[in-house]
């Protein structure tokens, strides 16, 4: 392996951290350990993960990793105007343009490194398109560790970092907790890729308000993803970027115990609260544009922050309708809606008004609902809120209702980082220090679909490689 081979040569090595084992930390290990070894470069990669080996993974192992491709070796040509638009412009286009421009040769990279990769219907929406690589995060995940491994990169679990070590300005090393003892691992330079703060709950109550820290997570292993890296750079000048109030939510079913047990049928019905009232237009546009305000509102504004999606037998005609289900347990079902209320702990009077409203309202025709994209199938102007979308009467026995709450994926606040990954201080990058992956902040408003593990990955890689040629560059002034 390249570290003792270089010892017998004679050089000394040099000594590159990673932080984190998710797509980001393991596309950084591996990335750095092959251009290592191309360059003949004597670097010894280390990777500490927080978790211990059999719960490692965060957030990247449980996601199915859709990445905004229109297939492996192309990108849509309207890739950068959709970042923009996702941001209301507040994005940094440089960092957006170095994502567009390497995600093909990253899907490429792993290609090479045996992943394969299909295109899947999203959801139940038509489009824009999206690949997957077969196996999901999991497959993702095995399949880099595997690599970097083979590349001689060491993984240790069980160690959370704690600080940075900097001295004379460049970062010179980690301090890490591992089982009640702290230790000072030297190195010339490091790589956070830590998540976001998610499972952080002082963090959450302090930027998203009275409830933050309550908030479900959508990956129980996201549970180590308490903005460590973040406080740890902030510590040493790095500045932050991305909406500190912005986090990407979805709807999940509380009795499921599958991790991550979305259901994200509701556009095709309706949602009521506790106190069986409409609060939101479930119809307002594709799931995934409005899953993050729908979980926020629920989380934040709704009674006992809990909801419940009620629709009928058609949801079972919709073709593929399973695939926005990932709840195991079944709705609950009742040939009568008022049975259905007693059900789910409703008052009936007050929850047959409402759906006697909705349907009063749904007056469009029914023939034109197509759940694969905005079919215009709106409510009449009198229904408040409004049903913009898929509004057909619910009236076809047996009622389903599913209850839901808002869990969170990840937040967006974060790193500032530039095209190179390089973290960013008041007066340019932070020696030595580079970062990737939901650490880093850069999103604002609305999380881009399905672009976070596509970023990961490809600012993970770039990052392995400018911490190489940084080593090299030291190297050469040694
Ligand atoms: C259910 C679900 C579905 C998703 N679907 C998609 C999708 O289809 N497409 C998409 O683009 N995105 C999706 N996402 C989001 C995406 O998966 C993540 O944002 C992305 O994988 C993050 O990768 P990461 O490497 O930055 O972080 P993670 O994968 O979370 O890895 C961070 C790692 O750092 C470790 N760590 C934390 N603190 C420390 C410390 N102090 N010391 C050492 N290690 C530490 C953690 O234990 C963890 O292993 C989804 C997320 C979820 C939960």
Redesign the pocket.
Known sequence: MLPSEDRHAGKASRQLLV???????LAAALAAAETARRHGLPVEVTL????PEES?????L??????RLDAPDRIAPEFEDDMRRASNGRGDELYFHALANNATATVGWLAAHGLEFCSPGYYLSAGPKRIQPVGG?CALVSALLRAARRHGVVVQYG???QRLVVENGRVNGLVVASGGAMETILADAVIL???GFQANRDMMHKHFGPGGQNMRL??P??R???G??IRMAIEHGARISGDWNGM?AEPVDPRGEN??AVVLVYPYGIVVDQNGRRFFDEGGGLVHETWEWFARTVHFETPGARACAILDSRLFDIAGFERAIRSEVPPHRAETLGELARLIGLDPSRFTETVASYNAAATGDPSRFDATRCDGLAASRALHPPKSNWARPIAKPPFLAYPLVGAI??TFGGLATNAKAEVLGNDGPLPGLFA????TGHFYGTAPN?????R?LVFGRIAGVEAISYLQRGQSHA
């Open positions: 932080v984190g084992q998710g797509a980001a930390g500490v993960e927080k978790a490692a993974g965060g957030n990247t449980w996601s199915p990793s859709y990445m995060g160690r959370a970092a890729a830590t998540g959508l990956a292993r996201a180590h993803n308490t460590d890296g990407h991790p991550a994926a990840y990737a992956g939901e650490i399905a672009v976070s593990v596509l990961a």
